[in-house]
């Protein structure tokens, strides 16, 4: 039922290979010189949080994660419950798959930087702490309308998802690529505009209940990411949906390009949906 150690760095600094190796996952209770670890602090010596190294801890309410940490590893915070706000370090530039997982109370995130926050390199949506429909705080203000700054040309993956505060985005003249599910599961967002500059949509990247309306401006339809589902015994299906769920949102792009559209691959699965603009 606990997991007794006396140096947190040392703990820190454990390389468990999986999931299973770590005893908190059965244990569910971390003591420190005999007190339960309710809030952590990562040494200040540390350049990355180890994975596994605090899955499981329900009684886990709060991490410091010092500037200068540059990786959060996979599961390391995995199925936290009482885990309800963090702060996460420009320093940061990659957060493993699972990490945050199963953080039923985590509702609030903050950052200092939405530059690094851009660029972090999220393995899976669950890696995200915004994945239970958290709120987003930049500077200690809650994060209504994300203006992606000038010098972010690629939005990565998973970057927003699941965003409880946003309801509105502004995308530069200038970005190029929006990852897989970047900001899919943002249900305050109703509409988004792509600008031309854009070449490429990830799969699901605005994908939502609640997007009703979506504008295009590129005269070339950009690319677009796919899901590949079935194989084996199965026939393989191509998926694309890059705005919305069950064909909600409507689609307008420039009228000289709107039978481009419809015709092009993976814009013509969402052909009925694919208007002109006026």
């Not at 809030?39 to 596994?52: F, L």
């Not at 190029?176 to 600008?195: D, L, Q």
């Not at 990247?205 to 590949?228: M, Q």
């Amino acid at each position: 039922t606990r997991v007794d150690i006396t140096d947190m760095a040392a703990w820190c600094n454990i390389d468990f290979e999986n999931s299973a190796a770590n005893p908190t996952q059965y244990a569910k209770k971390l003591y420190l010189n005999g007190t339960e670890v309710t809030e952590a602090v990562i040494p200040s010596d540390a350049s990355e949080v180890k994975p596994y190294v605090f899955q499981g801890l329900t009684s886990l309410t709060g991490v410091t994660i010092h500037d200068g940490i540059t990786a959060i590893g996979a599961g390391t915070f995995e199925d936290c419950s009482a885990l309800s706000g963090i702060t996460i370090p420009a320093s940061v530039v990659s957060i493993g798959d699972q990490a945050f997982n199963g953080c039923k109370m985590l509702s609030r995130v903050d950052i200092s930087n939405l530059s690094a926050w851009c660029r972090i390199d999220f393995a899976s949506e669950m890696s995200n702490p915004l994945n239970e429909g958290g709120k987003l705080y930049l500077e200690g203000g809650e994060l209504t309308t994300a203006a992606i700054p000038a010098d972010i040309t690629e939005i990565k993956q998973f970057a927003f998802y699941g965003c409880g505060s946003l309801t509105g985005v502004t995308l530069h003249n200038g970005i190029t690529s929006v990852g897989k599910r970047a900001f899919a599961e943002c249900m305050g967002i109703t509409e988004i505009t792509v600008p031309a500059s854009v070449t490429y949509l990830g799969y699901e990247a605005f994908c939502n209940n609640n997007l009703t309306t979506a504008r295009v401006l590129s005269t070339t339809p950009c690319e677009l990411g796919k899901h590949i589902a079935g194989g084996g015994i199965f026939e393989q299906k191509v998926y694309y949906n890059q705005f919305g769920k069950y064909g909600n949102a409507k689609i307008y792009v420039p009228a000289e390009s709107l039978y481009d559209y419809k015709a092009a691959t993976g814009w013509s699965t969402m052909a009925d949906n694919i208007y002109p603009m006026e």
